[in-house]
């Protein structure tokens, strides 16, 4: 069984930075796309970056192109989001999310089969 344990969310001041981790356990990854989506109240979930395990291919939503980089550790199972210079437009529920997949990450949240509890991440002004 897939788990996803995201962690590293908290309270930063705009412009400020924050690491995100996400551990997955359950299975190998290699064939896998992990992603980073985001759901704000009253707004829907996005994709903020997703990565393919296997190769590292990557893929980010426009608003946080040359801000946000997502990365993996093969040898501890976990991804990261580092997030720079955040905006409160940042501020949101940010989860990691998990599927099969031997193409470019799905932007798609739908596509994507096991998700992490979630963690706050709130931008002030």
């Known amino acids: 069984q897939v788990q996803l344990v995201e962690s590293g969310g908290g309270l930063v001041q705009g412009g400020g ?3 995100l981790s996400c551990a997955a356990s359950g299975r190998t990854f290699s064939d896998y796309a992990m992603g980073w989506f985001r759901q704000a109240p009253g707004k829907e979930r996005e ?3 997703a990565i393919r395990w296997g190769n590292g291919n990557t893929r980010y939503a426009d608003s946080v192109k040359g801000r946000f980089t997502t990365s ?8 990261y989001l580092q997030m ?6 940042d501020t949101a ?22 998700w992490g509890q979630g963690t706050q991440v709130t931008v002030s002004s």
């Open 84 to 89: 720079n210079s955040l905006k409160p437009d």
């Open 72 to 79: 993996r550790d093969n040898t501890k199972n976990t991804m």
């Open 47 to 49: 994709l903020v970056a």
């Open 17 to 19: 930075s924050l690491r």
């Open 93 to 114: 529920l940010y989860y990691c999310a998990a599927r099969p997949s031997f193409g470019r990450p799905s932007p798609f949240s739908y596509e994507y089969h096991y």
